[in-house]
C-alpha cells in the first residue's frame, strides 16, 4: 500500500499494471472514510486488479468557505481504512498539485442538471467543481471504472453527464448508501452534529420513507412530498428543497417512471443532503 | 485508408495499433485542407506509426453562422489530400455523434488566454467550443502526440493549457505557419477572396514583417506596432486588432523576451489572422 502525490507518481505507479492489461477501479474521495466509501472501495476491489483511492478535500467546489475549513482531514486514519478494504494505492495530491498556478480551465456542466437542487442551492461553480475535479481525477488514473456513492445524486447524474458528453473511455459505477443502524446516511460531515442535532437528523431519512411509503400507497406527487414534509416539520426542519424528480433528467417526476426524492437541510451546524430512488413495481428498500 | 464516422469504430480501428504500441498522432482540422494542414499531417507521419486527420467543423467554435454556413467543405478532397500526405485514417463525425441530443458539457478557460485577442472579438464562447471540440477528440484518439498549426497562435496557447490543466496525456506540437509565395498565410477562408480583396490581404503579412523589421533594428513595441499599423493603412485596412505579446502568456510584450505578433482584419467578405513570432537574439524570417 502506497500515497502518492503527485500525477507523475500516480502514473509511474501504474503503468507496470496497465501495461500488463490489468484492470484498474478508481474511488474517487475527499477523505474522512466512513463505511459509504469503504462498501466502495470493497466493491472496486471485487470488480478490479488494481483499486486506487483518491483522497482530496477539492477546494474548488465548497461554495462555503467555512464548510472547507471545517471538513474533516484524517489522512493516516483513511489510508489505514482504505488499505484494510483492499485498496493498493492512494492518491492524496495538495490543491497546487491539481490547481498550479496559472490554471484556467473548468470543466462545466449548463442547463437543469447542474444548477437545479444543489446547483440552485450551493452555486453553480459547485458542480463546476465536482465535474473539474472528477475529469482530472479520471485523466490522471484512466479507471476502467470509478466508483461512486448513491447519496450524492445529483453528483452522479453530473459526472454521468460528463463522462459521456466528453468521451472519457471508463465505466461509472454506483454503490448504495450506506446507513447507520437508525437510518441516519453516512457522512463525513456527521461528526459535526452535536447529540440533540444528529437526533434531528433522523427527520431527514424518516421524510425519505414517508415519500417513498405515500407512493407506493398510490399517493401522487404532490401528496407524497407532502408527506415527507410532515416528517421534516416534526423536527421543526424546514428543507432547502425536497424535490421528486426524474433519476436521468432530474426533470419533475411522471407517473410510471422511478423517481428519485432528494432532500437537503440544514441541521444544526451542518448542511446534510440525503436520497432515495422510488420505482414503480418494485419500491426501493431505505 | 479508411473513414470512420463515430468515435466507437475510431476506436476500434485504433485498437490494435494500440494494443501493438504503436505511436498514433493526430492531426485535428476543419477540413478545407490546404498546405498548412498537409505539413502537420507530414510532420505526424514522419513521428507516429499510424497518422489521424480529423475533419470536423465544429459548430460550438463559431460565433458568427453566416462564416459557419459559408465555410468550405470538401471532404472528398480532404481524404485524398490526406491520404497523398500519409494519413491512415480520416475522422469525419456528423455534429450530432460529438454533441448527441442531452450534451450539456463545455471545457472553457478563463482570463487573458482566451478572453483576449480571439476571445474578446469573437466573443468567449469562441474557444470554449475550441477547448471543447479539441478536448474530445484528444479523449476519442488518444494520441501520443497532436499537431496545431502556428497561425491560430491564440489557439495554441488555449489548447496547451487546456491539456497542462486537465492533464491530458498527449504532446502538443506546433507546425510553422505555409505562404503563398507571395507571403499570404494559408487559410481555407482564402477561397472566399476575390482578386482585389486577395491583394489587399498581402498587407497583413507586410504589417508583420514591418513589425518584426521595427523591433529587429532596435525599436520599442508602441514604435513597432506603429510600423505595421502604417502598412496596414496602405490598403485601407483597420485591423480588429495588431498585438504584441508574450507568446506563453499574452500579456504585453516585455523587453528581452520573445514576442507574439497577431494581427486580425476583416478585407472584403473575410475575416483573416496571420502571426509571426519575434525573439530578440533571432527574429524569426516571416
Do not use: C
Not at 8 to 23: D, F, M, S, V, Y
Not at 48 to 69: K, Y
Not at 158 to 166: G, M, P, Y
Not at 274 to 283: C, F, I, K, N, S
Amino acid at each position: 500500500m502506497r500515497t502518492v502525490r503527485t500525477v507523475a507518481a500516480l502514473r509511474e505507479a501504474l503503468a507496470p499494471h496497465r501495461a500488463a492489461g490489468q484492470r484498474i477501479g478508481l474511488v474517487p474521495t475527499m477523505g474522512a472514510l466512513h463505511e459509504g466509501h469503504l462498501s466502495l472501495v470493497r466493491a472496486a476491489r471485487a470488480d478490479s486488479d488494481v483499486v486506487v483511492v483518491s483522497v482530496f478535500v477539492n477546494p474548488t467546489q465548497f461554495d462555503d468557505p467555512n464548510d472547507l475549513a471545517a471538513y474533516p482531514r484524517t489522512e493516516a486514519a483513511d489510508v489505514a481504512l482504505a488499505a484494510a478494504a483492499g485498496a493498493d494505492l492512494v492518491f492524496a495530491p495538495e490543491p497546487a498539485e491539481l490547481y498550479p498556478r496559472g490554471y484556467a480551465t473548468t470543466v462545466a456542466v449548463t442547463g437543469p442538471l447542474a444548477e437545479s437542487l444543489e446547483g440552485a442551492q450551493r452555486g453553480r461553480a459547485h458542480f463546476d467543481g465536482v465535474a473539474t475535479v472528477v475529469t482530472k481525477l479520471l485523466l490522471a488514473v484512466a479507471p476502467d471504472a470509478a466508483w461512486f456513492g448513491a447519496k450524492d445524486a445529483q453528483q452522479v447524474v453530473v459526472v454521468r453527464r460528463v463522462v459521456a458528453d466528453l468521451g472519457i473511455p471508463v465505466r461509472i459505477e454506483v454503490g448504495p448508501t450506506v446507513r447507520d443502524a437508525d437510518g441516519l446516511a453516512m457522512s463525513s460531515r456527521n461528526v459535526r452534529l452535536g447529540p440533540a442535532d444528529r437526533t434531528r437528523a433522523l427527520a431527514l431519512s424518516r421524510a425519505l420513507r414517508a415519500v417513498q411509503d405515500a407512493l407506493g400507497g398510490g399517493a401522487d406527487v404532490p401528496a407524497a412530498r407532502d408527506a415527507g414534509l410532515t416528517e421534516l416539520a416534526t423536527e421543526g426542519i424546514d428543507p432547502e428543497y425536497l424535490a421528486l424528480v426524474d433519476p436521468d433528467t432530474l426533470e419533475p417526476a411522471e407517473p410510471g417512471r422511478p423517481v428519485l426524492v432528494l432532500v437537503a437541510a440544514r441541521v444544526g451546524p451542518v448542511r446534510l443532503i440525503d436520497t432515495v430512488t422510488v420505482t414503480p413495481d418494485a419500491p426501493g428498500a431505505l
